[in-house]
């Protein structure tokens, strides 16, 4: 399964931000996955990089710098090189909302799911699903 799945730091809590990275840290164990994130503070992608790397050390995570507008955030062969390689792409938008950048993703390379890490009812941190490929 290829999944897609949206991380906005709005959404979640400075409180809950421990739990977030087990949370994102479990897609890449079980399926291919692409990381859509929002950069709304210096250095924020890079702390979540550095504990992903430290939770997967294993895994090899890749930023890719994505544009907020238009049809095509990243490079999609670059996208696909890297999905070929085992990488997980981890793609920073800038100042906008990680759900439609994620959503543009996931209809380019035809992901299975479409999902968004968002805060818990009891302050954990869950995956809400938004789309999931029907088939």
Do not use: K
Not at 56 to 69: D, Y
Not at 126 to 135: F, I, K
């Amino acid at each position: 399964m290829l999944a897609v799945v949206a991380v906005d730091p709005v959404a979640v809590p400075s409180s809950e931000a421990e739990r977030a990275v087990p949370a994102l840290a479990a897609f890449p164990r079980r399926h291919e996955v692409i990381l859509a994130c929002t950069a709304r503070t210096t250095g924020e992608i890079g702390r979540l990089m550095a504990a992903l790397r430290g939770a997967l050390p294993r895994f090899r995570f890749v930023a890719l710098v994505a544009e907020s507008t238009g049809t095509r955030p990243v490079d999609i062969h670059l996208l696909r090189d890297l999905l070929d390689e085992g990488a997980v792409p981890v793609v920073m938008v800038l100042a906008a909302a990680a759900v439609p950048v994620a959503a543009s993703l996931a209809a380019i390379v035809d992901a299975d799911a479409l999902l968004r890490l968002a805060d818990g009812p009891d302050g954990g941190t869950l995956q809400m699903r938004v789309h999931c490929r029907a088939g």
